[in-house]
């Protein structure tokens, strides 16, 4: 197993499309592509969401991401669903959560193991399927 040091250096430089959450597919609002999340060599990840850019410092403990904080833009759509799906993705990657590497991609669960998030590597190209 990974010690803490060593998942923080796996993860950074890592980009991934949000594939699905919660078992369901999802979309940005902008560009209709999945939404991002991108983990930086500075400690930081971040991303598109559905409506919003968003981004967080974290450090790993015990195996986990732990974010500090969301920040993100304050723009809202006219579909309060939207809306909904926008805060429940941050509320995903607001709390502590692991990549598991799958056939696919990764998965991204929570502290219990359950998975929230279904991720796909990205690798630049514009919303091309599969990714």
């Given amino acids: 197993m990974p010690t803490d040091k060593e ?5 950074a430089g890592t980009e991934w499309r949000i594939a699905e959450m919660h078992g369901l597919a999802v ?5 209709r592509c999945p939404p991002t999340l991108t983990f930086d060599k500075d400690g930081s990840f971040g991303g598109t969401g559905i409506v919003n850019d968003y981004g967080s410092r ?7 991401v732990h974010p500090r ?11 309060e669903g939207v809306n909904r799906r926008e805060r429940a993705l941050f509320a995903v990657v607001s709390r502590p959560f692991a990549l598991r590497p799958t056939a696919h991609g990764a998965d991204l669960v929570d ?5 929230r998030l279904r991720l796909r590597r990205y690798r630049g190209d514009r919303c091309a399927q599969g990714q």
């Fill in 111 to 115: 502290a219990k193991g359950q998975t």
């Fill in 58 to 64: 974290y450090s790993v403990v015990d195996g986990l």
């Fill in 7 to 11: 998942m923080g250096m796996a993860l």
């Fill in 27 to 31: 979309s940005s609002e902008r560009d």
């Fill in 69 to 79: 904080g969301i920040a993100q833009n304050l723009a809202a759509a006219v579909d």
